[in-house]
């Protein structure tokens, strides 16, 4: 099984400034990963695939990147509803898929 | 807009079963892969296993025992069996849709809003 591991566990950033947020997989997933962006309350939304693809509606702010066992999220000039947990999950090695365990970003 | 909805018993005794239904609007079950992922309390993400429309299936191996996931396509539903149940299946799940990226797996488009089920006497 291929371990996901998101660091930091929480990220203290102002609004306007921005964000980097990390995912590192015990083994090579090639460029099969995704991002999730979850608010309390709500169920996980997809903001990237393929690593680097921003999904339908998602404002170009957010980027993805990397491949093989290292991915990066950068958010840009954070919005206040940006302020949420974000996972990332691999689809190269599986079942299972498997998730990090999330990244929170709060308002500093 | 796809939509999904899960519905089914908020609370299930241990040694039971728990079952939950999705049912997909805005959309066909047809040609997608739907999966049951799971929430903890303390907000780690669990995949279940998913149902092709075909009916096909792929369960995580650590639950695989215990788990069924069918499909009804005629009612653009699917659904979710887990047998024996203890206090550690006590999470939120989730059905979502997966998009196949080429030969490789599925990343969720798609999610419920989630169904709450606790496992207690």
């Known amino acids: 099984e291929t371990v996901m591991t998101q660091s930091p566990g929480t990220l203290s950033v102002s609004p306007g400034e921005g964000a980097t947020l990390s995912c590192r997989a015990s083994q090579s997933v090639s460029s099969n990963l995704a991002w999730y962006q979850q608010k309390p309350g709500q169920p996980p939304r997809l903001l990237i695939y393929?690593?680097?693809t921003r999904a339908t509606g998602i404002p170009a702010r957010f980027s993805g990147s990397g491949s093989g066992t290292e991915f990066t999220l950068t958010i840009v000039s954070l919005q206040s509803e940006d302020f949420a947990v974000y996972y990332c999950q691999q689809y190269n090695d599986w079942p299972p898929y498997t998730f990090g365990q999330g990244t929170k970003l709060e308002i500093k | 807009q796809v939509q999904l909805q899960e519905s089914g018993p908020g609370l299930v005794k241990p040694s039971e079963t728990l079952s939950l239904s999705c049912t997909v609007s805005g959309g066909s079950i047809g040609s997608y892969y739907w999966s049951w992922i799971r929430q903890y309390p303390g907000k780690g993400l669990e995949w279940i296993g998913y149902v092709f429309y075909t009916g096909s299936t792929f369960y995580n191996p650590s639950l695989k025992s215990r788990v069924t996931v069918s499909v009804d396509t005629s009612k653009n539903q699917f659904s979710l069996k887990m047998t024996s149940v203890t206090a550690a299946d006590t999470a939120k799940y989730y059905c979502?849709?997966?998009?196949?990226?080429?030969?490789?797996?599925?990343?969720?488009?798609?999610w419920g809003q989630g169904a709450m089920v606790t496992v207690s006497s």
């Open positions: 393929g690593a680097s």
């Open positions: 979502a849709r997966g998009s196949r990226d080429g030969y490789f797996g599925d990343h969720f488009d798609y």
